[in-house]
Every structure is written in structure tokens, then in C-alpha cells.
DNA sequence: CCTGAGATGTGAACATCGAACACATAATTG
DNA sequence: CAATTATGTGTTCGATGTTCACATCTCAGG
């Protein structure tokens, strides 16, 4: 249907799809205004009919990249099975979901991750989106109201979360993982080691001597 | 002394200097050939005597500001003074300096952090030079040495350790911490998570509560 | 049904960037 | 002293983001 028209009809949002998927292939120095132009089969000139900037067009799909990750946390958290004879079992393993679905979605794709958080110090702060913080809070609030996680540490609870899996994120991004250890037992550490900083139970599936 | 010389005399190394301090002001982004060759004083293509390629350029400058971190880290854990009654307060109080220092770097020097892993994916390893990493893992062999970490929980207390206090420094450099968190108590915070990930002591100078 | 105004896309410029080349000059070595 | 190597210059090239005059489409009001 679209074909040889001079209007394109939706530019922008083409223009977001094309960085997006250019983004999940070469990261943020793919996002080049030249070539999203050319893949959305328009002018360069174009482009600054629907964004003042390059920056900005730049800007909206690193946005697009990180509602990406809310949303793969959000969906983990929902696929959580809860325990009828204990509720507090499912706010737990919700927190692992929601932590492994970010580190896997960067191991998944990097550069998309990489495009995410490729903002140098510009944002004041994070509040500007649906995020995955908030997804983060959600989980937290759950924890307390089960009696799983003590109201003192409700505080510093995101802080050591946040810092520890977009940590450990980043090292695996850019191929910072020392040998020997492997991706897979990286992210297991890490939850772990949340877990154990928030004096959380050891729900059964995540066991770590089974025998 | 070095006026109007034909020869420049050590322009590699002034290369590199100017680039560390146009990294340290601007970031990955401020390593433009043409403004360190300016800045060394010396026309564009001469870069191409010392370097192949302006990315081994950057790669350089990335690789020295990796080095400085690892320095402060080695130096804050320098200045942990012993206590002669109690060996181990000594390893767990410099494990605590490290983090810290790493975190600081990260929070006083943001574009320089950011230019020490700008690589995106590209290093295979991170065992290339004498990093942080190991001043990490010297730290944690001695927790073990003095019996403060127990020895099950060696394997996996790099990278616990590692990822939190990389990813808070992430977090502080891209100004995504959210409100109303200061970056004071978020740094105490991933140290302390830290800590009790560990299982280590709660030494006399970081109680939490002092009253 | 026009018709003109606003929205949207084009093409040809320009400045700047990393890079490549021939050439100039210094340093070193036999 | 001669010649070979090392190092720096000047010019040029392709690619990039940006701008501007112009072209084309859309649509509301006579």
C-alpha cells in the first residue's frame, strides 16, 4: 500500500522502529540520522520535519529501549506462579523474576541495553518514565506488606537491588566477566546475593545446594 | 625548551595526556582527533605516526583511566590504618575503602568513569592489565586469610561485590538515582548490602546507628 | 469545486570528522 | 658525510549532521 508516495504517512514512528531495530544490532553508534532516513525510505532532510535533533530522535529510542526492559520485567513478575498456602513465597520469587528478566535482557541484547543507559550524565533524573524502578518499588512494597522483608530495610532495599543487577548488567555487556566464572552463575550470584542482603527466605526452585 | 621544533619530541605520550584530560572534562564523546592533535600542538595525520587508528587512541586513553581507578582504589586501601588487637577489622575495613573509593571515583570524576569502560563489548577479558579487579580479589583472599569470609563464600563474593558497586557507580555517573535518595546514603547503602551479602562483621566506624 | 495555507518531503549545499596520500624535515646509523 | 628511517605537514577524500530554498501533498473555508 505504501509505495512511491510522496508523504510517508507515519515518519516518526518508522523512524523510531528503524532506530530501535538498529540499535538492537549495532548498539548507539548505529543510530545514524543518514541511515534511519534511508531504512524508512525518506530523505535525511526529513527527519528534522518530526525531531528537532538527532539527539533526540537518539534520545526517544533509548526511551523505547528502556520501556523495553520494564516491560520484559513486568512480564516475568506476572508468569510467577503463586503458592496458595503462601503468599509470601510469590513476592520472593517475583523479585528473583523481575532481577534475572534485567540481566537476561541485557545478556539477550546488549546493545539494546547499551542504548538504554547510553545518556552521559544528561538526565536529571529518572522520573520521567514508567521504568524499570517502578517495577522494581512494586516488588519491594510486595515483600513488605507479606512480612517478607523488614520494614528497616525497606529503605536501602532498591539501592542494593538496583545497584547490584545493573551491575552485574553492565559486566556482562561488555564482556567484563573475568574467567573462569560464566555468565549463568554470574546472574545467579547476584540474585543471590541480593537475596542474602535483604535477609530473604530461600524460596525451594532456588535452592542452591540440591543434591 | 620544546619550541618550534619540527619534531615533537614524546607525542605519544602527549597525545595520551591531552586525551585523559579531555576525557576527564568531556567524556568518551570529547576524543576527537583533530582537537588532541591541536592541543599537542601538532597537525592531525601526525596522530597516525603513534597510532593506527584513533579507536586504539581511545582505547589507550580508556585503558589509563581504568588505571587511575584501580590507583585510588589501591591508595584509599593504603590508608586503612590496623588494628593491631584485631587483624581481620583491618581486611573487612579496607574491602569497605575500596568500594568506596571505587564508588567516589565514579561520583567525582563521572566522564572520566565513563570513558574507563566506554568499550562496548569489545574486550574479550578484563585480563588484559592490572585493574581493579584484582585489587578487589587481594582484598577478598585476605578476608579469607584472616577468617573474616568464610571460604564457601569466596567463589562468588567477587562478583557480588563487583556488580553492586559498578552498578551504583553507573547509577550515580548517569544521574539515575531517583528521589529523594542522596548519593551519600545510596554509596553507604551498596557498601553495607555488600557487607551483609558477605557476611562479614559490622566494624566499630561504619555502625549504622551511633546515637 | 476551488484555492491558498500549513504540513511534510527533496536536493543541494556547508562544516566537521576520521582517514589516506605524497611530501618535508629531523634523527640515526654505517 | 651519506642514506635510511622516523616523525610531522598539507591536501584531499568520503561520511556525517545540519541548514535552506524549493517541491509536493493535505485540508479547511469561500
Known amino acids: 500500500m505504501p509505495v512511491d508516495r510522496y508523504h510517508h504517512g507515519n515518519l516518526r514512528s518508522t523512524l523510531l522502529e528503524a532506530g530501535l531495530t538498529a540499535a538492537r544490532l549495532g548498539g548507539p553508534a548505529a543510530l545514524q540520522l543518514r541511515d534511519l532516513a534511508t531504512a524508512s525510505g525518506v530523505s535525511p532532510s526529513a527527519v528534522y520535519r518530526h525531531f528537532p535533533d538527532m539527539a533526540h530522535l537518539s534520545a526517544e529510542v533509548s526511551r523505547s529501549a528502556r520501556e523495553a526492559l520494564a516491560n520484559a520485567m513486568q512480564n516475568a513478575a506476572k508468569a510467577v506462579v503463586e503458592d496458595p498456602a503462601d503468599a509470601g513465597i510469590g513476592a520472593i520469587r517475583r523479585l528473583h523474576a523481575i532481577g534475572r528478566a534485567y540481566i537476561e535482557f541485557a545478556e539477550r541484547e546488549p546493545q539494546l541495553f547499551d542504548t538504554a543507559f547510553m545518556t552521559a550524565g544528561a538526565a536529571p533524573s529518572c522520573a520521567d518514565d514508567p521504568s524499570a524502578w ?20 525497606r529503605h536501602d532495599a532498591p539501592l542494593i537491588a538496583w545497584s547490584a543487577v545493573h551491575g552485574m548488567s553492565g559486566v556482562l555487556v561488555r564482556g567484563m566477566l573475568p574467567l573462569p566464572y560464566l555468565p549463568e552463575e554470574a546472574i545467579n550470584a547476584t540474585i543471590a546475593g541480593v537475596r542474602d542482603a535483604l535477609q530473604l527466605r530461600h524460596p525451594p526452585e532456588y535452592a542452591v545446594t540440591r543434591t
Open 134 to 153: 517502578d517495577v522494581l518499588i512494586g516488588a519491594l512494597d510486595d515483600l513488605v506488606a507479606t512480612g517478607e522483608l523488614h520494614p528497616s530495610r
